[in-house]
């Protein structure tokens, strides 16, 4: 009875063998499998790191180069126009060597202002003009200087990136207008002043720039008004060169705006458009003329 219930339970060799064999295949094949997916997932992480420090290097490298950029407005003049003329050479890559050389400012064109030590902000731009660019204390007081007389003539021109920058450069620059003529701020619900008639008898700011004015309006309102300071696009105030509506004949300095960045960090001079556009205009004959003048040559800052 015994032997027939050994009988029963007897168990193939060869099978237990086979089995035991088909598991030590299958095990490792889970674990080849397991190891495919963390080398796969390292090598993804490896790759993200290394996008990010790539990034990383790039935004310094970057940050770097315009906190340079910004020195340049304290360096000597030679140094300020070799800055410019690089940039003219990358803006205009397909100009030849001749062409740019014509383009080229010299030094004697920019002005010199590493004595002015504060800091470059739009608080500290009125006493920038009154010690680095207009000297004279009555620049923009005596009504005897043919600029506070005479109408769309500024004595400086002040170039920025865009309308909003420009209308608060226009409000830092107020501070040099005569105290008792200085324009009135109209007040939310104020009626607005009518076209044809000048919004003060005194000297102006003029604001130079395409939001919510057409150059004909401007050309128009630059007619009547006494504006001493003037400051807008690049892109403006080509326009209104090229309409003769802006008189540059006792412009006594050319402010880049340099100090402000937009939203990307970029200066006037980093964004390709206004950049491009500001090389131009510093290119134009009107321009090139007064800055080149024999007597009292205007000159160009960075501020």
């Known amino acids: 009875m015994a032997d027939e219930l050994d009988d029963g339970l007897l168990i193939d060799e060869h099978l237990v063998a086979y089995s035991d064999d088909e598991n030590e295949h299958t095990k490792p094949k889970a674990t080849t499998s397991t190891s495919h997916t963390d080398k796969a997932a390292e090598k993804k992480r490896k790759r993200r ?19 340079a950029a910004r020195t340049v407005a304290m360096q000597p003049a030679d140094l300020q126009a070799d800055y410019l003329s690089a940039l ?12 740019l050389s014509e383009m ?3 030094a004697a064109a920019f002005l010199e202002t590493y004595q002015f030590t504060r800091e470059r902000t739009l608080d500290n731009l009125s006493t920038f003009v009154r010690e680095c660019v207009c000297t004279d204390a009555s620049a923009f007081q005596s009504a005897s200087h043919p600029w506070m007389q005479a109408h769309g003539t500024p004595r400086i ?9 420009a209308a608060d450069v226009a409000r830092a620059l107020r501070p040099l207008l005569p105290s008792e003529e200085r324009p009135t701020k109209r007040r939310k619900g104020d009626k607005p002043t009518p076209k044809d008639t000048p919004a003060s008898s005194g000297p102006n700011v003029a604001k130079l720039f395409a939001r919510h004015f057409k150059v004909e309006e401007q050309a128009a309102w ?14 403006r105030i080509q326009a209104l060169l090229d309409k003769d509506a802006l008189h540059i004949e006792h412009l006594a300095a050319i402010i880049i705006d340099f100090s402000w960045t937009d939203a990307k960090n970029r200066t006037v001079l980093d964004t390709p458009e206004t950049r491009d556009a500001t090389l131009s205009l510093l290119s134009n004959t009107s321009l090139r003329a007064a800055l080149t003048r024999p007597s009292a040559p205007c ?5």
């Open 88 to 99: 003219q050479r990358k803006a205009f890559p397909k100009l030849s060597e001749l062409e």
């Open 157 to 165: 021109l002040v170039i920025t990136g865009n309308a909003q920058r």
């Open 49 to 67: 790191e290394q996008a990010k420090a790539q990034r990383r290097k790039k935004s310094a490298a970057f940050q770097e180069q315009v906190e």
């Open 299 to 303: 000159q160009l800052a960075l501020y």
């Open 104 to 106: 080229r400012l010299a």
């Open 222 to 235: 630059l007619e009547t008004q006494v504006t001493p300071a003037a400051v807008g696009t690049p892109h």
